[in-house]
């Protein structure tokens, strides 16, 4: 509903703002679609140092990185690590149940499994991305073989360290993260949090891999839900407002290839600017924004659409869920 709600005050203010700006100037070419690519502007580093702290792990005897469960999040996060420099695709192994997904971490050269068992004998660091629902049951099926030698980092929505230590024997060194999709192209938002017996070291550890998967912050345990509703699931709601600026602009009779481009590189560069120039959104937003002219037509139309208040519902609504996954 609120999703819905924002999509369509999008649109409308595509089309509000297009008709604003016909009343004063000519419609332009197409110059955006000319422009430098703005894509990550990450670079490849050597692999990572593997002789940190307490770790049991030597330059000697590179560490061994694990995915329980094979799916999107996954990949993004292997594709984020390995497409870096960072970390070797041999040192990488993921399991599944089924094939269905493991070509994805083939292809990127990765060793594969239908054994979870086999990724905690061979892992060291352990991402755990199943669904929320299916990891009691897999955390139970690997904890025999478990060792406090296993850095185990659920990737889970919702899921607590508290319930994480529970259902995993006890001491174990347990962090939870919450990614978001971007990873895959190093342009992600993670957040981590700790449990009672990892260390320092450990989160420094996985704070340095999972940075060349784009911004990665240690936080206090009760923001990781928020960042679920705001970044995790956040993805998503922009991809809704991207489709809904361009079908505003489909609606005028721009073909929809174009469309979809030219909303995508607009978000793109609009977030660049954001966090280049570290202004606050309602300065850049006033820039835009001439009196009387196109911008302040299509903002108002967004204002009538609710899509303030829908964006915060959004983020309100998916962060509740996150809370409610962890007591089912
Ligand atoms: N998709 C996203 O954008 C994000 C997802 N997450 C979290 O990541 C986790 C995975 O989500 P997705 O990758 O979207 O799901 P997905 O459905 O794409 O992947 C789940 C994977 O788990 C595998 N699986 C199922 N049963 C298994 C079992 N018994 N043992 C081992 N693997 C098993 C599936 O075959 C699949 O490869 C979820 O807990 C979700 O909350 C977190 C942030 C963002
Ligand atoms: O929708 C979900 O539950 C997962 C968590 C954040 C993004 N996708």
């Known amino acids: ?18 008709a604003a700006s016909s009343t004063k100037v000519s419609a332009s070419s197409t110059p955006l679609l000319n422009s430098p ?12 140092s593997i002789s ?8 000697d005897s590179p560490m061994q990185i694990g995915f329980v469960g094979a799916g999107r999040m996954a990949e993004a996060i292997a594709m984020g690590i390995i ?24 292809n990127l050269g990765c060793k594969t499994t239908h054994s979870n068992i086999e990724v905690l004998q061979n892992c060291s660091i352990v991402f755990f991305a199943t669904k929320p629902h299916i990891l009691p049951m897999v955390l139970a099926e690997v904890s025999p073989v478990v060792t406090r030698k ?23 060194r347990v962090l939870r993260i919450m990614p978001n999709l971007p990873c895959r ?5 993670v957040v981590m949090a700790r449990g009672r017996h990892a260390e320092k070291c450990e989160t420094d550890y996985l704070q340095k891999l999972l940075s060349v998967c784009g911004l990665c912050e240690e936080v206090p345990e ?6 679920t509703g705001l970044s995790g699931s956040g993805v998503a709601y922009v991809c809704m407002f991207s489709e809904a600026l361009a079908e505003g602009a489909i609606k005028l009779g721009m073909p929809s290839g174009l469309a979809h481009q030219i909303a995508a590189q607009t978000l793109l560069g609009a977030a660049k600017l ?14 835009v924004c001439t009196p009387g002219g196109t911008t302040i037509y299509g903002l108002h139309a967004l204002e009538q659409g609710g899509l303030r208040a829908a964006a915060m519902n959004a983020v309100e609504a998916a962060t509740r869920r996150a809370q409610e996954l962890n007591k089912q």
């Open 1 to 18: 509903m609120a999703g819905a709600a924002a999509a369509a005050a999008a649109a409308a203010a595509v089309a509000v703002a297009t």
């Open 37 to 48: 690519s703005t894509m990550s502007t990450n670079t490849i580093t050597p692999p990572i």
């Open 52 to 59: 940190m702290g307490q770790l049991p792990w030597t330059a």
């Open 83 to 106: 497409v870096s420099g960072k970390v070797e695709a041999n040192n990488v192994m993921a399991s599944a149940p089924s094939d269905k997904n493991l070509w994805h971490f083939q």
């Open 150 to 172: 296993h850095v185990l980092v659920s990737v889970a929505a919702g899921v607590s360290l508290h319930t994480l230590e529970k259902l995993l024997p006890p001491k174990s």
């Open 185 to 189: 192209v190093q342009e992600g938002a």
């Open 222 to 227: 009760a923001y990781i839900n928020i960042h």
């Open 274 to 287: 954001l966090l280049q120039s570290g202004q606050h959104p309602a300065q850049l937003r006033s820039e």
